[in-house]
């Protein structure tokens, strides 16, 4: 088993910025994929950026330019720096989890980000 604690979200206004942090723990293997998927309100879940424990990095269009994702794999936790937010940028924010190896995968718990003035 594999749980992810995810912290950083919140209120903030259009243009300016949130951090969030995922970090994981238990039975983790050092061959995996981490990331961000966000769903707002009606809409389906969606990939917002994502890194594998080699450091490779995809982002959807929409964030492309405003978001960064990183990773320290010492301590098993990815952030998402998040940049000129948009109110299109509402939505709740998952992390996930995925081995490369047994393609066990995992959700946390979700965190709220709000963009409005």
């Known amino acids: 088993q594999v749980q992810l604690v995810e912290s950083g979200g919140g209120l903030v206004q259009p243009g300016g910025s949130l951090r969030l942090s995922c970090a994981a723990s238990?039975?983790?293997?050092?061959?995996?994929?981490m990331g961000w998927y966000r769903q707002a309100l009606g809409q389906q879940r969606e990939l917002v950026a994502s890194?594998?424990?080699?450091?490779?990095?995809a982002y959807s269009e929409s964030v492309k330019g405003r978001f960064t994702i990183s990773r320290v794999n010492a301590r098993n936790t990815i952030y998402l720096q998040m940049n000129s937010l948009i109110p299109e940028d509402t939505a709740v924010y998952y992390c996930?989890?995925?081995?490369?190896?047994?393609?066990?995968?995992?959700w946390g718990q979700g965190t709220q980000v709000t963009v409005s003035s």
């Open positions: 890194i594998t424990s080699a450091g490779t990095i």
């Open positions: 238990g039975s983790i293997n050092n061959v995996n994929i």
């Open positions: 996930y989890y995925k081995s490369l190896r047994t393609r066990d995968a995992y």
